[in-house]
């Protein structure tokens, strides 16, 4: 049981490292800061995108697809997932493939959509390489002959040139770069890696959020891991940070990839990064173990701060010692709020099809990629082909949302970033609670 819960976890720091980029390493130095007076979280619907505007017909992957009635016949579509269920370091996106199929097994239940069920495939495992990842995505198609891949939950992109030459659509959780600024791929909360010169002030919101709504003079410190990437999420956090007035007294990236083995560094700078005193708050944008292991070493240190990480809410690390008192942010509602109707559907649904299924961020992931699939199925109508989808979706008034529970997208605008939409939890007495629902910020235009 540890060991899923570190690979679940893992995963779920990378996912949010990707979530929270923003735009390209050559930013300049003046793109940083973008201060909006007066924000406050605001509806998971009709956020404000700044004036951004997307155009499909720029995208990549654009134009008719050569087979567009691959995988569709009159009574059932074919679908396959992509994710990296295995690892050489043991970090997986595994649950998601199993959300998907909870929500199909509904949906088939129900009698599909427009007389057609869906017809899973099975799981393709990238086991996180990327050779494999392409290898298995021409499979699926090639093999497979699928008509779309939902989910598609993997770090690795190699599989876009493969889609893109075959115009095969991808739904998922938008953790990696291939989800974006093409025609194809559609992460049921955007593309998670802004393009250049957007931001937002989802992150800004939850720190204002942690202190209830009022962030003023107060300073936070950012850890991240020493890679491109993670350097790349720890810049647009300060940014969504700072837009709300809050400042950033550190910001680095002193973790190895490898892991956190000494952490006696990190807290001396971290227990005087505020001109000799620690931060009011502390982000911590790494994997489980180190997570962990930087917390426990805080508090041994007698940090009284707040602290933040984006690993911790998973109803299996309710009684984690080392994790009480912390912060999470999630970009959807948390499942545990079954109040709202859709989250009460989603667990019974999990009860039904996959009881032993924990609601892990995963596999809610998956859960709710598979209803927007089938949300884009709906819509389209009965005459389904690849090109009739994709038009669709991209088409300018393509909208997915549920209420109260999954923030909005806009197609083709959200190839460009993701909804600036969070919750907020916080693991207190062994139990989650929830600090701020799903709400919403606003894209934000760099200067």
């Known amino acids: 049981m540890r060991r899923s819960r570190l690979v679940v976890l893992s995963v779920a720091a990378l996912a949010l490292v990707g979530a929270c980029s923003s735009g ?32 499909a017909a720029s995208l990549e992957c654009a134009g008719p697809a050569a087979d567009p009635t691959r995988g569709v016949t009159d009574t059932e579509i074919k679908v396959g997932g992509l994710v990296n269920l295995t690892s050489p370091n043991g970090s997986t996106m595994a649950g998601a493939e199993i959300g998907a199929q909870v929500r199909f097994d509904r949906a088939n239940d129900e009698g599909g959509v427009h007389g057609r069920t869906i017809n899973y495939a099975g799981t393709f495992d990238d086991g996180n390489d990327p050779a494999r990842n392409g290898q ?52 049921f909360t955007g593309c998670l890696f802004p393009r250049d010169g957007v931001s937002s002030t989802t992150y800004g919101l939850m720190v204002q959020s942690m202190f209830d709504g009022n962030g003023e003079g107060k300073t936070v410190a950012l850890v991240g891991m020493d890679n491109d990437a993670a350097r790349e999420g720890l810049l647009g956090i300060s940014r969504q940070i700072t837009t709300v007035d809050i400042d950033v007294v550190y910001e680095k990236n002193p973790v190895p990839v490898t892991g956190l083995t000494d952490t006696t560094a990190i807290v001396n700078d971290l227990m005087t990064a505020d001109k000799g005193a620690p931060a009011d708050a502390v982000l911590m944008i790494l994997d489980f173990p180190s997570t962990t292991k930087l917390t426990e070493a805080l508090t041994a240190a007698g940090y009284q701060g707040k602290t933040h990480n984006a690993v911790a809410y998973d109803p299996r690390l309710a009684g984690f010692q080392a994790l009480q008192g912390v912060y999470t942010t999630v970009q959807w509602q948390p499942g545990i709020d079954t109040d709202v109707p859709a989250i009460a559907q989603m667990t019974a649904d999990f009860q039904k099809y996959a009881p032993e299924q924990t609601l892990s961020l995963l596999a809610m992931a998956g859960y709710w990629t598979a209803d927007m699939f089938l949300d884009a199925l709906d819509k389209t109508g009965p005459d389904l082909t690849v090109d009739n989808l994709l038009n669709t979706l991209n088409g300018g008034d393509y909208t997915y949302s549920v209420a109260d529970a999954v923030p909005e997208t806009r197609w083709p605008l959200n190839h460009a970033s993701s909804s600036p939409c969070a919750s907020l939890v916080q693991l207190v007495d062994q139990n989650f609670r929830i600090v701020q629902d799903l709400s919403c910020g606003a894209w934000v235009k760099l200067n």
Do not use: H
């Open 136 to 187: 298995q995505a021409r499979a699926m198609v090639e093999q497979e002959k699928v008509f779309a891949a939902v989910p598609l939950n993997a770090s690795q992109s190699a599989y876009k040139d493969v889609f893109c030459a075959q115009k095969v659509p991808f739904f998922g959780w938008g953790t990696n770069p291939g989800y974006c600024e093409n025609t194809i791929g559609f992460g």
């Open 24 to 55: 390209g390493e050559d930013d300049a130095p003046d793109q940083r800061v973008v201060e909006v007076a007066g924000l406050t979280p605001g509806p998971s619907t009709g956020w404000s995108a700044d004036g951004v505007t997307v155009d």
